[in-house]
């Protein structure tokens, strides 16, 4: 099986997208990350924003610091706590040294991929043919084609 063959449509997003748009993206589609593009025409891949690093922006600082806090907070506050994506855009919400996502040839096997998500910790590879993103492989359907075949 090859990349091709694994590749999907999968929502884009640019680094000027507006975060809360993009967290509610993520929560919406049940995914594990989204991608986000440099904005141009062929939508090159810039860098990937996991589900995780979206809640850990929006988990107050003093709570991270000392979680029994989080057992006191009321649940109005607690229901606010997107609040924080609120003005936001995606490119402030990356990892001051977020990592360009891995990419992956059409013609590259199923085993290379599941080797580059691995090696790099990314729950998404991008697919790339001259320059242009055709689309993603995530690690939860690449592992359901995988169990498919056995």
Request: a negative charge; proline letters at 9%.
């Amino acid at each position: 099986m090859l990349a091709r063959d694994l590749v999907r449509p999968y929502p884009l997003v640019t680094a000027d997208s507006d975060a809360f748009t993009a967290a509610k993206l993520v929560a919406e589609r049940d995914l594990q990350a989204v991608l986000v593009t440099d904005g141009g025409p062929d939508g090159a891949p810039y860098a990937v924003l996991p589900a995780a690093r979206l809640l850990e922006l929006i988990v107050p600082a003093y709570i991270l610091d000392d979680p029994r806090l989080a057992a006191v907070v009321d649940e109005p506050h607690a229901d606010r706590l997107c609040d924080a994506l609120a003005g936001r855009r995606v490119a402030d919400c990356l990892p001051e040294k977020h990592k360009m996502p891995p990419v992956v040839a059409p013609d590259d096997t199923a085993l290379e991929v599941a080797t580059l998500m691995v090696r790099e910790r990314s729950p998404l590879v991008v697919v790339v043919e001259d320059g242009r993103t055709l689309g993603v492989i995530s690690s939860s359907h690449l592992l359901d084609r995988l169990l498919a075949i056995t």
